[in-house]
């Protein structure tokens, strides 16, 4: 161990130009050390312009004045007396993974650069002729390798620094004129610089990738994190929800308890009092009873007429007229009532659970199928939609379980509603859209037009705020028999495509796409739009003439 420790501490003091202890050391700027004379002919050797150091390759201009550095002489000298030859540190020769020097003897030391000219690979010590010798800077150094041998040419035994471009493949001068005459040749220089291009490029767009795909990668982050986020809200405001729900038909199952309690109390009071006023009248009868009998033995006849007015007298008796012996039905109405009351309560829960049980399934992220190219993959999105007959306006006729829209110049006899369309005739679907959705429309007359809009569009009044497409609350496409015009937010834009009688629409809420097609024998996209939808979309319908009819086709 103290062994090792002093061949550690030699290697400090070893030149590496020479290998050997240092002999008038001296420090140059960078602050690497030399033996005097092995550094002043290194830089001797070099161009002056470029003076550097062997090692860190650190340039300096001008040369640095070589002085001796007295301290570390002093110390090469003490390390000198102990008898020690400098001798390179183990891990300065090869080992089974190294790629060793050619040229030393004996034990071989580490390749520190292998020769592309000279096809050789040098320990640190036989590689600085590459760089004193002008005729050996020229050469070609590159990280050691075991591979040189390969760039010999197995036939001719020669250096190949042709590339021949017909068969793909490195060859020699000879192969040149050989069996590759007439071939398109160029210096493997030439096509390493032409490869090195196409590499650059691909590194660029390799690059690129990288970036895209981090980006993507924080993108789905970011959604993990918002979906996570939005899924803890959702529980914790739906517990919120429920629990205000349980409340409240705690306490109104508390009030008609309370009711009820109330209820018994005077109506069991009432039958007590009169019960009680029974009761007394029936004691009071048998005491003029007895009374009666008594009277009725007395012996002395005229005694027994001078009582018998006042002991024959009876008092007023008790109305019992309300007494009768029926069949009584007491809190069963009530039961009834909170019965019919569950019963409702199943039915909402039922019809609304399917769309919070839709609501939940739809929830989508950024990994998007691809948008559908065939009327077999749009169907696959199709939905059941069906017209809300209280957005409906009162001169549209709904028919065939309210999916056709019909206008007519009767009013029809609906009922007052908030949500009604009242100028324009307009209707929307009862079914809210997120999700992806598909469906088809069949339509006859002179002109139609198709729509979504979001829930809080105006429905009163004939301002443009309540007409589909002319704000920023609902997406129109107008169909006529010669042509389509969309619009949006009171902007239009003409839309080409082959006319058509029956219009698909396609929706993509979550990534904000809507198209429109002409649906015939093949599909014709007519209008796409892609924007960010920030609330449920509704279909919509405006039959504009009378006569014109509009019909959601099943498509299930």
């Not at 470029?50 to 002085?67: M, Y």
């Not at 209008?527 to 509704?538: A, D, E, I, K, W």
């Amino acid at each position: 161990m103290a062994q090792k420790g002093v061949q550690l501490d030699q290697e400090a003091f070893c030149c590496s130009i020479c290998l050997d202890l240092l002999k008038d050391p001296v420090t140059i700027p960078c602050g690497h050390s030399y033996c005097m004379s092995c550094i002043k002919g290194f830089w001797d050797g070099e161009d002056q312009s470029k003076i550097c150091c062997p090692q860190c390759r650190k340039t300096f201009a001008p040369r640095p004045f070589l002085g001796k550095n007295t301290i570390l002489a002093a110390l090469v000298e003490q390390l000198k007396k102990t008898g020690l030859q400098a001798a390179p540190a183990d891990h300065c020769y090869s080992g089974r993974e190294d790629v060793a020097c050619d040229v030393c003897t004996g034990r071989k030391l580490k390749a520190f650069k292998s020769c592309l000219q000279c096809l050789i690979s040098y320990c640190e010590n036989h590689l600085q002729p590459h760089y004193t010798i002008g005729q050996f800077k020229k050469h070609q150094l590159v990280e050691p390798s075991e591979k040189l041998q390969e760039n010999i040419c197995s036939r001719h035994d020669e250096v190949m620094k042709i590339f021949c471009r017909t068969d793909q493949q490195s060859i020699c001068y000879l192969c040149s004129v050989d069996e590759h005459k007439g071939h398109d040749t160029v210096s493997a220089a030439a096509e390493r610089t032409e490869r090195q291009r196409e590499l650059e490029v691909s590194r660029l767009n390799i690059q690129q990738r990288i970036q895209d795909r981090e980006k993507d990668v924080k993108l789905l982050q970011q959604e993990v994190e918002a979906v996570s986020h939005s899924a803890d809200k959702a529980v914790e405001d739906n517990e919120k929800i429920f629990t205000q729900l349980i409340r409240l038909l705690q306490k109104r199952s508390s009030d008609v308890k309370q009711q009820i309690r109330s209820q018994q109390e005077t109506e069991v009071s009432r039958v007590k009092e009169l019960q009680e006023k029974l009761q007394q009248e029936i004691t009071e009868l048998k005491r003029k009873d007895a009374e009666l009998k008594k009277l009725s033995h007395t012996e002395d006849h005229n005694q027994f007429l001078h009582n018998y007015p006042s002991v024959s007298q009876l008092s007023e008796p008790t109305d019992s007229s309300s007494i009768n012996i029926r069949p009584l039905r007491y809190f069963e109405d009530v039961t009834a009532a909170v019965s019919k009351l569950r019963d409702k309560l199943q039915d909402i829960l039922r019809d609304k659970w399917t769309n919070i049980s839709q609501a939940v399934t739809e929830v989508d992220v950024l990994l998007s199928e691809p948008e559908p190219k065939t009327r077999a993959e749009f169907l696959q999105y199709s939905c059941e939609i069906y017209l809300d007959p209280n957005t409906a306006h009162t001169n549209l006729l709904l028919s065939e379980g309210n999916r056709k829209a019909e206008a007519v110049r009767q009013k029809q006899s609906y009922s007052s509603h908030p949500d009604r369309f009242t100028i324009r005739r307009q209707v929307l679907s009862r079914e809210s859209l997120t999700g992806r959705c598909y469906w088809e429309v069949d339509w006859r007359g002179t002109e139609f037009r198709i729509a979504v809009a979001y829930k809080n569009i105006s429905r009163v009044g004939s301002s443009n705020e309540c007409a589909f497409g002319f704000s920023d609350k609902s997406w129109m496409l107008i169909c006529s028999m010669t042509c389509y015009v969309f619009w949006f937010n009171s902007i239009s834009t003409p839309v080409s495509g082959p006319v058509s009688s029956r219009v698909g629409v396609y929706l993509d809420h979550r990534a904000g796409i809507l198209s429109f097609y002409s649906v015939s024998e093949t599909m014709t996209l007519l209008h796409r739009v892609q924007t960010t939808f920030t609330q449920p979309l509704y279909a919509g319908l405006w039959v504009y003439n009378d006569g014109v009819t509009a019909e959601l086709r099943k498509l299930k």
